[in-house]
């Protein structure tokens, strides 16, 4: 049973090792075919230490980034092979790769980066910091109730862009001695001024209910995921009435961590593609793509797990759900929004129908959603969020600009006698 395992093990490493030297030569060839980035071109980087698996960290940023490009150039520094590989075959962003510290000082001493994003709290984030006369900024992968908004990395950053008053508000109520007024900008939701896509179904009289969990989180304190305890039962009865359409948006890395989320996922997705052919006027949608937007704003009701989907919604205004975790050890911050929110509990999961109705009919029920989303989003009137966020930038760069006129300043002062 050992030398079994071990050889399982052995053959896992050779293919991993073997894909890796598959994806830098196919980096390479991509790299080389695109030829150099100009030098002294861009004013802005985003710092991006993953694989491919985070990509979705990344992505929903591309719309807003592109468009503050228009004014200051944006590059994305790249240190792992598989997430530069995704980044270039995504085409959104001029894309910079650097696996070592020297690629890392090249790409700086060749560019005028004043401002370094960061989508992530990844470690590698860390080796990025060393590099002063320049801002970094914590921008994140969006806006939640999680533990992970509250960490003391945060202060790690020299600025945080956040949504609004109840990002500030709860990291205020965490952080010891952290200048809330001078470090933080709120610009609330930029990517929901960019959702778009087409619906790939028609729309008809049926109720459109977007179900997207999250991953199951790698320790108990994070467990959020419902695919296994909620989303089966839920997905079922809304396929069995025929007077719903349920968009499936399952998270990227469903059944890393725990094998009965991927199993559970894929049982989901049959069951859909099922319904599907028994109906196919249905239009039941299993979503793996890419683009994010359409299916926030298509969907009559969400049903999300604690995540930065709650508040990908909120952000939309419309109905929505929040299943609760079954372990007791996932924290949940329930001074905010899931302190009012409407939950659906695992017990109750077979009867989403009836607590479909009752969300999307009941007036109290819009107007706690509406005080909440200006809560956390202030103003979501389309392009307001846009105007927040690169006003922040334009504020980041006076400062580069005071910080740096002090120090020609001083350079230029001749020594007193």
Known sequence: MPLARDTRLAVGLLRKALATRRARRDLRAALDARGPLPEGRFRVAVYFADGAANMYQMRQWYAPLQHLA??????VISRAIRGADALLRDDAL???YAPTIADVERVLSEQDIRVVFYVNQNTRNFQMFRYGRRWHVFINHGESDKMYMTTNQVTAY???????????????RELWDYDLDRRTFSIGRPQADHY?????????????VLYAPTWEGDRPSARYGSVVTHGESLVAALLATGRHRVIYRPHPRSGIVDPA??????RIAAALQAANRADPGAGHVHDTGAEMGWQLTAADLAVVDISAMVYDRLAVGKPLLITRPVDPAAVVDEGGYLSACEWLDAAASGDIVGHAERVLDDPASGERLAHWVRHYFGDTTPGSATVRFEAAVAELMARWDTWHAREESRHDTPPSD
């Open 94 to 96: 001029p894309v910079a």
């Open 158 to 172: 020299d600025y945080a862009f956040v949504a609004g008053n109840a990002a500030r508000e709860r990291l205020s």
């Open 261 to 266: 989320y991927g199993a559970a996922n894929a």
């Open 70 to 75: 228009e004014r200051w150039p944006v590059v």
């Open 196 to 208: 778009g896509g087409e619906p790939p179904f028609p729309p008809d009289e049926r109720t459109v």
